[in-house]
């Protein structure tokens, strides 16, 4: 075996499966590993809205921490909670082949209620862009929060009187807790970066670099910056409204991005495409046509009036 590396990782089931998974593929390799549990902000305060604690990083400010401190080796996230900007000190050594990037919502009794836009329903998420793009499809729907690792709120929904959740499929699929009584949301855009795992290292690390770099998937890690790079330009963060999804077919990249208002009465929506060896810059090319158009430059104050 090879010098040993400590792992950092949240304490949820899910965070702890995905460090578990990165053990053993580092094993595999001939490197051996532990893991090293650390709380999160995100994990401690599972009552306040995300939109209501400046959540940039809330889920990995801890982690960088440990890093910088060197108490960790590297951290293991769901990349969709990473700052587009790293912490100073800090790189990002490899993001692993991604699973489903697609949202699906968990019914209580039926889900029929989903045919009729018109219909009332009530609707559990803490996600401003779930909410958004909720909204947008079902203006008469009312939301309520839901925080807590997903064993939590999987529990919650029999327990409040919701009509159901909104998950990302990734997160339940990956711990095998996706229930029957749920459907996939095709057309609800995903968060940047959802359905991948990434492994983030100290800069001057190249050991840990250089052993975590091999588990890089390479069209997983160019879809995602891509995604990453169209919210980075619009400024946005994890609890911006902002969705993005980069796809690899053929030998082109399709890209679609939109951004709504918080209150969902407004949709705008892009879709870009280019041929992979061009495809590098894709979500900053999106970007800043998207921010050319009045409207868009109009949601974007809305929405931050709305998180003042």
């Not at 053993?24 to 902000?41: A, D, P, Q, R």
Request: aromatic letters at 6%.
């Amino acid at each position: 075996m090879k010098q040993s590396l400590k792992i950092g990782t949240r304490e949820s089931q899910l965070a702890v499966w995905q460090a578990t998974l990165v053990k053993t593929l580092l094993e595999k390799n001939g490197v051996s590993s532990e893991l090293i549990y650390i709380k999160s902000e995100g994990d401690v305060d599972t009552v306040t809205p995300l939109y209501e604690l400046g959540v940039q990083g809330i889920f990995t400010k801890a982690l960088d921490a440990a890093l910088i401190n060197k108490r960790i080796d590297i951290a293991v996230h769901s990349l969709k909670d990473v700052p587009t900007k790293l912490a100073g000190g800090l790189k990002q050594a490899a993001v692993l082949k991604r699973a489903s990037s697609k949202d699906i919502f968990v019914y209580k009794n039926s889900c029929s209620f989903l045919e009729d836009k018109e219909s009332n329903a009530t609707i559990a998420t803490s996600s401003t862009r779930r909410i958004a793009q909720w909204l947008h499809r079902y203006p008469n729907h009312s939301i309520e929060n839901l925080r807590g690792n997903v064993n939590t709120r999987l529990r919650k929904i029999n327990e409040h009187n919701w009509n159901g959740a909104i998950f990302a499929a990734a997160g339940l699929e990956r711990i095998d807790l996706r229930p029957k009584n749920s459907v996939d949301l095709d057309w609800m855009l995903p968060a940047p970066a959802q359905g991948a795992i990434t492994i983030v290292c100290r800069s001057d690390d190249n050991f840990s670099f250089e052993t975590c770099s091999v588990l890089d998937d390479i069209n997983t890690a160019l879809c995602t910056k891509i995604e990453r790079d169209f919210l980075r330009e619009l400024m946005g963060g994890c609890s911006t409204p902002i969705s993005a999804l980069a796809i690899v077919e053929g030998d082109s990249m399709l890209f679609k991005g939109n951004i709504c208002s918080p209150d969902g009465k407004k949709k705008i929506e892009t879709e870009k495409a280019a041929s992979m060896p061009n495809s590098y810059d894709l979500g900053i090319i999106a970007a800043r046509e998207f921010l050319e158009d009045d409207t868009v430059r109009k949601v974007m104050l809305d929405i931050r009036n709305a998180t003042k």
